[in-house]
């Protein structure tokens, strides 16, 4: 299982345009991908290390524990991104 996080606040207009890229880029998934895919969201005005650490750069996008981008997302390297972070042990391009 791979997870997605977000890391934002709530009333962030970047955060909302991010979500509907990440939502978008997994409905296009297939969905043996799709089921190897955890979504969660964290905010940084609940969780002071995440407000210190991201309070500049949300909205932050990690995929398991690393970073994938902040600020902006930009589908078509998400959707790599992801694609690679779900193919299956030993599955070549």
Same mark, same amino acid.
Do not use: F
């Given at each position: 299982?791979?997870?997605?996080?977000?890391?934002?606040?709530?009333?962030?207009?970047?955060?909302?345009?991010?979500?509907?890229?990440?939502?978008?880029?997994?409905?296009?998934?297939?969905?043996?991908?799709?089921? @190897?895919?955890?979504? &969660?969201?964290?905010?940084?005005? =609940?969780? %002071?290390? *995440?407000?210190?650490?991201?309070?500049?750069?949300?909205?932050?996008?990690?995929?398991?524990?690393?970073?994938?981008?902040?600020?902006?997302?930009?589908?078509?390297?998400? @959707?790599?991104?992801? &694609?690679?972070?779900?193919?299956? =042990?030993? %599955?070549? *391009?």
């Amino acid at each position: 299982m791979r997870t997605i996080t977000l890391i934002g606040k709530e009333g962030c207009h970047l955060c909302d345009v991010a979500r509907g890229v990440i939502e978008h880029v997994l409905a296009e998934l297939p969905d043996e991908a799709a089921d @190897r895919i955890q979504l &969660e969201e964290k905010s940084i005005l =609940e969780d %002071a290390a *995440l407000h210190q650490q991201w309070a500049e750069k949300i909205p932050v996008v990690m995929i398991d524990d690393d970073l994938h981008a902040y600020w902006r997302v930009n589908p078509e390297r998400l @959707r790599a991104a992801v &694609e690679d972070a779900t193919r299956p =042990e030993g %599955a070549t *391009l």
